[in-house]
Each structure stands twice: as C-alpha cells, then as structure tokens.
C-alpha cells in the first residue's frame, strides 16, 4: 500500500475508464477502436464491485472483521438508489400509475408505503445510500463489538445477518418488490438511462468514487488511528491494557466501510438495471471476500485488482462454461490461501523486496 | 503506614474458575514508590491476581482500591489503563508489524479516542518523549526496525518502554527476564530500578537471582493467598515457603 502503489491504481482506473469513454462516444459503431457500450457497463460493474471489495479490505485487512456479509450494506445502497429510479419511472411504467411502482399496482395496494417518500428526491435518495447502510452497521458494530464478538462468530452473524436480510427483500409485504425486486428503469436524475453518453458518464462517475474512496481509505489506515486498528487487528487486549477502546475503532472502521460498500451498491443497480433480493445471497458477500484475497488482504489496491480479474474470469466462464464457475471460485480460493497467501500484490512485492510492513501475519492472533 | 502512602490496596479479593479458587481472599497493601516481588509456584494465582488488577477479570468478591478511593473492580481495561496502571505481559507483546518508534507513539500518554486519533500528528514534544524512552530502553538505533524483527530481549525491553511511554504511577511486569540471557537480566534489574525511581512497580518472577537482585519486598504467593512477606532472606528462610517450593 505503497504511495507508488495507490498513485499508479489511480492513474490506471482513471485513465482506463476514460479512454473507454471517449472510444465509446467519440468513434461510430464498426469502427476497429470503438468501444460497445455493454462493455462500458460492465467496466463499469466492475468497479462498483471494486468499492465493495476495497470496503471489505479495509474492515478485513486493517481490522481483522472478516464480515461475509459485507454484499448486504452493498444492496441496501443498491435498493435506495433503486427507489430512487422506481420513483423516477413515473407514468411510463405498465400502469402508468404516477405514485405507485409497477409491483405495488399488481399488488393491488392503494398507497405508497410511508417509506417509500422523499425516494423522489434525488438528493434524499443519495442520502438514504449512505445513511441505510450506515445505520444498519452502526446499530449491528455497536452490539457484536461492544460484546467482545470476534472471529469466526462474527463472520457468522454477519452472514445471519446477510441473509435474514435476503428472506425479508424476499417477502412481497416489504413492499420491495418481492423476488422480482426492482427494474424497468428509465431515467436517473431527468437523463435518459439507456443512452451511451449516461452509460460513460455512469462509469466515469464509478471510477471517480472509487478513487476517493481509495484515498479516503488510505488516509484511514495510514493515519494514527489507522496504527491503532492495525494493533487491534493483531493484539486486541493488549490495545486495551494500553487504554484504548477497540470497539469504537471497529465500530467507526465498520460503518465507513459500510458507506462505502452502499456507495457501491448505487453505482450498481443503475448500471446493470436492476436490484432483487439475490444480492443479498450470502456467496456474494464471501465471493468479496475472495476478490480481496486473491488481491492481496491488507492492501487495498489489491481489492481493486482482485474484484476486477475475478469478476472479468468469471464474466469469461460463465458465458463459456456456466457450470463451471462456483467450482472455479472455490479452487480459487484454496489456492490462493494454499500458494499465494498475501494475494497477487504479495506475490509483486515480494519479488521486489520485503513484503509490505502493514500486511496481516498470516498465523491468527492471541 | 500511613492510609495516605498507599497506593493500591488489595482487599479480601476472590476469584473462582469453575470451582477453580485461583485466588482465595487475598490481601495485599503496596506503598506509593514501593517496588515489590511477587513470587509463587505454578498455579499461586499471581497472573490473576494482575487480571484482577487491571480489569481482565472481575472478582467473585473483594474489593481493590487504587490510590485514596477507586475500586477498580468496577472499571474495565482501558478505564483502569487511563488512570495510570501500565502492564507487561509474561509474553512479550509489542505490536509486531510497527516500527518501534510507532509501538511507543501509540503508547504515549495521551487522548485515546478515534476522533483524536484519526486527525493526529506527531508533535515535536511527542517526539522527544519518543527520544527519551528509546535511549532509557536502549533501543535508540532500532527505531525504524519492524517491532516483529527484534530478538526476545529487544521486545521485553520495548514493552517496558511502551509502559514508561504511558506515564503510569504503577506497572505491573510478569516475568520479565524469562527467556533472557545473563546480561540482559541483569540489564533489565537496573532498567526497573531506574524506573522505580519516579514510579511503583509490581514484578511477578520466577527467576529467584532476579529477585534476589533487585532487592525489594518480597510477597510469596500459594494457592491463592498470601503464604509470606517479608525481605528475600526472610522468605527464604520461611520453613512454609521452603516447603511450598520443595515439596512435601
């Protein structure tokens, strides 16, 4: 997590994300450099699947809370945004209600739920992305730290936590739109959503957050608190013999990385069109997990390479050998924590010198 | 002695583990500036007797009393920690991947809290106070060292200086020459002689030529209560304390 190391992710995401836009607006289709814009959308994805695993590496590698239910905070910022856009359809959806989204006409209900106001306000809408997740972190952190959980207990809760999360999105009552969860978008901020120039924009906007929030991190992890968190994630009773609180510095790590991760879910759920209750599914939480692994923990700018490679194989695999792709992940896994434990940033730094001063041993703490 | 000159006051203090009395009523009085050998075999409770103190364990009943009238049994670690109890670790425990000069930063008397933490900067009278402690820990050219990479030594000493780092009136040090070389126990009596200067001091020891040196108190542990105090030569001398040591 060398300056060098952050200065040239920087400079790569932006520079990449930018050449694919001019490619993709400035040149006609058919010409030999012109970028498609699906795959400026899924550049874009890719991304946003970037903030969710730096999230997940500043939590996990700087605080030792291995959260495997880190994707939840992602699509509750992804369902914010969601409503936002539902409340932006309008009179154009099938039944042409103005007040009410499509799922809620043929759910035969009357009125909008009362959470459901304000979501036409766009600016209200950004603030419930940061604030849902947020809350809910800060309600959940405030309980597990203050109760000494760690661990692998931890891990579990918050996988019980990911996955009530996904029965409830599940039920057509919580007036989320049920298994089929929400689509058919239109328009994001009175622009059209579908035109090329949104799309660009879109994943210009992905890789302009990511950078801030890459740097935001760094800033974290490299400031005094940041040592501190590092001495929690390794010794925790010993930080507190020398009067710290580790629970308030998991606690403010924790609800950071869960705004990050709902930023995430924002940038998401416009560029793939859509949010439904499987974003809640425990695997993609643990499939961020292995992102920041094959990275490289501990790191950041590996959460970034991992969350791009991974999810570039598996957009390869799964168009080529569908069924392949869970035993892909898990192999994957295995052989990261078997052969290459300090991920693929590990590995580079490695050859080049001593491995980075702020990497996780790789034995368990006390 | 005066109520006045007391600076901890152990009282009565009983703890159960399972049916377990790691330490059955035990009472201890320590002076301000008083630096005192606590001894005992396996098992005399003089590891939780430091639990007790610093608020890793709660007591089934009892009370201590730290200075004119806080019962520190109703405090937790870094509460206890903040009113300026320090302790060393039987193993030595440094934050292994910081520097040395971090480890004692982040010791270093100060505001705790993540809001402070979070905007910090190293101050120059920060640093000093960094300057100080590694020519009294005798450490000063490994500062930029990864704590990790030091040998045994190195990190008991660097532990003792991330305790003098937090200003405390009373430290607390289990074992601190286990696993040293000749040289370096000695070294370490005269460092906690230094520091008993300015502040009091609890040793835990094994090590009967360490406490034999450092020529202080002497409190005998054995199953939980006080078996002996006195001077080494007393104790030692102690036909209870002989008999605890050898055997029956």
């Known amino acids: 997590m060398s300056r060098l190391s952050i200065s040239v992710t920087l400079a790569l995401v932006l520079g990449i994300a930018l050449v694919m836009a001019v490619l993709n607006l400035a040149l006609p289709e058919g010409a030999a450099l012109h970028v498609p814009t699906y795959a400026v959308s899924l550049a874009g994805k890719y991304l946003s699947y970037a903030m969710l695993a730096v999230a997940v590496d500043l939590v996990w590698g700087f605080a030792g809370i291995l959260s495997l239910g880190h994707a939840a905070f992602f699509a509750l910022g992804g369902y914010a945004m969601g409503m936002y856009l539902m409340r932006q359809i309008g009179t154009r959806g099938v039944y042409g209600n103005a007040l009410l989204p499509d799922f809620m006409v043929f759910l035969n209900w009357k009125s909008l739920p009362w959470y459901w106001h304000g979501f036409d306000n766009a600016g209200f809408a950004i603030l419930m992305v940061l604030v849902v997740p947020g809350l809910l972190a800060l309600v959940f952190g405030w309980l597990a730290f203050r109760s000494r959980v760690t661990g692998v207990y931890l891990s579990i809760i918050t996988q019980a936590l990911t996955y009530a999360l996904l029965l409830a999105f599940f039920r057509n009552d919580m007036g989320f739109g049920g298994n089929n969860g929400l689509t058919d978008f239109k328009d994001m901020f009175a622009i059209p959503l579908h035109a090329d120039a949104t799309r660009s924009g879109l994943m210009v906007a992905t890789a302009v957050l990511l950078c801030a929030e890459l740097l935001v991190a760094r800033y974290v992890v490299t400031s005094r608190f940041g040592k501190v968190l590092i001495a929690v994630r390794d010794t925790e009773s010993r930080t507190r013999f020398l009067g710290y609180r580790p629970e308030a510095y998991k606690l403010f790590v924790f609800v950071l990385s869960a705004v990050m991760a709902g930023i995430g879910g924002a940038l998401y759920v416009p560029q793939v069109g859509i949010i439904n209750p499987g974003e809640f599914s425990p695997a993609n939480s643990i499939e961020a997990v292995i992102w920041v692994a094959v990275g490289g923990r501990g790191t950041l700018v590996g959460a970034v390479l991992g969350a791009v490679l991974v999810n570039f194989g598996k957009t390869i695999l799964t168009g080529a050998l569908p069924e392949l792709w869970l035993f892909a992940l898990g192999a994957l896994f295995i052989l990261v924590t078997l052969l290459l434990p300090g991920g693929i940033l590990g590995l580079l730094s490695r050859r080049r010198a001593r491995p980075a001063p702020t990497t996780p041993a790789t034995e368990p703490a006390e | ?248």
Do not use: C
Request: negative net charge; without cysteine.
């Open chain 2, 1 to 248: 002695m005066s109520l006045r000159d007391t600076l901890l006051y152990v009282d009565g203090v009983t703890v159960t583990f399972d049916g377990f009395r790691a330490l059955n009523a035990l009472s201890l009085v320590l002076e301000k500036g008083e630096m005192r050998a606590v001894i005992g075999p396996n098992g005399a409770g003089k590891t939780t007797m430091m639990d007790v103190i610093t608020g890793k364990t709660r007591p089934d009943s009892g009370q201590v009393v730290f200075g004119a009238d806080t019962d520190l049994t109703r405090l937790d670690e870094p509460d206890i920690a903040a009113l300026g109890i320090g302790r060393k670790f039987q193993k030595p425990t440094v934050f292994e991947p910081h520097s040395v000069w971090d480890n004692l930063l982040l010791a270093l008397a100060g505001d705790r809290r993540p809001r402070f933490t979070l905007w910090a900067r190293e101050t120059a009278e920060e640093r000093d106070q960094i300057s100080g402690i590694l020519q009294t820990i005798r450490l000063a050219e490994h500062r930029h060292r990864r704590a990790g990479d030091l040998s045994h030594g190195q990190k008991q000493w660097l532990e003792i200086g991330m305790l003098l780092a937090q200003k405390p009136q009373l430290l607390l040090v289990d074992e601190p020459v286990a696993g040293m070389t000749d040289a370096e126990t000695e070294q370490t009596a005269e460092l906690l002689r230094e520091i008993n200067r300015t502040r009091s001091v609890v040793v835990v020891e094994h090590d009967m030529a360490f406490v034999r040196a450092l020529g202080v108190k002497v409190t005998v542990l054995h199953e939980g209560s006080v078996l002996s105090e006195g001077s080494i030569d007393h104790v030692s001398d102690d036909p209870r304390v002989v008999e605890v040591y050898l055997g029956r």
